[in-house]
């Protein structure tokens, strides 16, 4: 295994006390595969990302345990973890003009890596840059090499962030809405970049997104998250079909479908609740069309639904779909 997070939990000081932004967050992934992490914004989709490399602020208080390839790097020191970093895990941010350093040359910032982390010659670290820039399908490489953020347009820039990301090689890639600040078009070119990295490299990457398209298009497997918490985990084609949790069949129902008109758009009614507004039982409760009286005081457990797929919902209970049998509380609430 890749990658092992075990019950990692992140508290903030938020006006003068400690809130739980996340709250005992387990997953894993394997070499070479793609995993979605997806839910609205304030869900703790990034800073479950930023919570493995460590990249806090400094009061922030982290529990749990981090394994990359059976390593225990939770345990690490930051000068130990910053070896790690953009080495064997590199990570991509949505806004590439401001990862980007507006006064150094693109090559310049490719070759940064390089210098840090391999101990390849000048002439190495040239070839590899444009080697690069040429595999994330920029043109004219030689002349690219030299210019500046601010000459690229956002696809490009984007490409270079994802050129910085690959110039190591690492065993696993942390994206962060990659192509939202991006166009449709220039979007689908990334994604297909990002499909194009997945089938020649055996990297494991994890997609970072609000957006179900996405995930789709990009993803093996995805993780459901609401409010500090996973609330349904399966392969993608899985919970397309055959979705659970009502908050992933919410955020299933506000993508566009082919033939269906826009304002026809499902959308899940409320926002997320804040850390220091969070409640007992199930945290969803309060835009939940099914919510019973138990969702209100007990938080609902994982359980597995059948092979590879869980979620944390009252509505089902353990193996639900293995013996075909309905779980006590779906007809609780069948009968609401
Ligand atoms: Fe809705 Fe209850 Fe399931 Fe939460 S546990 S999603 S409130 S039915």
């Known amino acids: 295994?890749?990658?092992?997070?075990?019950?990692?939990?992140?508290?903030?000081k938020r006006?003068?006390?400690?809130?739980?932004?996340?709250?005992?967050?387990?997953?894993?992934?394997?070499?070479?595969?793609?995993?979605?992490?997806?839910?609205e914004s304030g869900c703790g989709k990034s800073m479950t990302a930023l919570s493995l490399m460590r990249l806090l602020p400094e009061k922030a208080l982290l529990e749990g345990e981090v394994n990359?390839?059976?390593?225990?790097?939770?345990?690490?020191?930051k000068r130990k973890l910053e070896k790690i970093r953009g080495n064997q895990v590199s990570m991509i941010f949505q806004d590439p003009l401001t990862s980007l350093n507006p006064l150094h040359t693109v090559g310049t910032q490719i070759e940064e890596s390089l210098l840090l982390h391999t101990k390849m010659t000048k002439k190495e670290r040239r070839k590899r840059v444009l080697q690069l820039l040429n595999?994330?399908?920029?043109?004219?490489a030689e002349d690219l090499i030299d210019e500046y953020p601010h000459q690229l347009s956002g696809g490009m820039r984007q490409r270079i962030m994802i050129a910085i990301a690959m110039a190591c090689e690492p065993q696993l890639l942390i994206c962060d809405e990659p192509t939202?600040?991006?166009?449709?078009?220039?979007?689908?070119?990334?994604?297909?970049?990002?499909n194009k990295i997945k089938k020649e490299t055996q990297m494991g990457i994890i997609m970072i997104t609000h957006d179900m398209g996405v995930v789709a298009e990009v993803c093996d497997r995805v993780i459901v998250m609401y409010a500090g918490k996973i609330v349904e985990e399966g392969p993608v084609l899985e919970i397309f079909q055959n979705p659970k949790h009502p908050y992933t069949q919410g955020l299933l129902d506000s993508i566009p479908k082919l033939g269906q008109r826009k304002e026809k758009l499902g959308s899940i009614p409320g926002t997320v609740p804040a850390p220091e507004n969070m409640v007992v039982g199930c945290r969803f409760a309060d835009r939940c069309s099914h919510a019973m009286d138990i969702c209100r005081t007990v938080h609902p457990p994982m359980i597995g639904i059948k092979e590879n797929h869980q979620t944390a919902c009252w509505l089902y209970e353990e193996g639900d779909e293995k013996d075909g049998s309905i779980g006590s509380h779906k007809l609780e609430a069948a009968l609401h």
């Open 68 to 77: 990359f390839q059976g390593e225990k790097i939770s345990g690490y020191s």
């Open 15 to 39: 006006a003068g006390k400690y809130s739980k932004i996340l709250d005992q967050i387990s997953f894993q992934v394997e070499e070479g595969e793609t995993v979605g992490i997806v839910g």
């Open 1 to 12: 295994m890749l990658l092992n997070v075990n019950e990692l939990s992140l508290s903030l």
């Open 180 to 194: 939202t600040a991006l166009d449709v078009t220039v979007q689908a070119q990334i994604l297909e970049l990002m």
């Open 135 to 140: 595999d994330v399908g920029l043109p004219r």
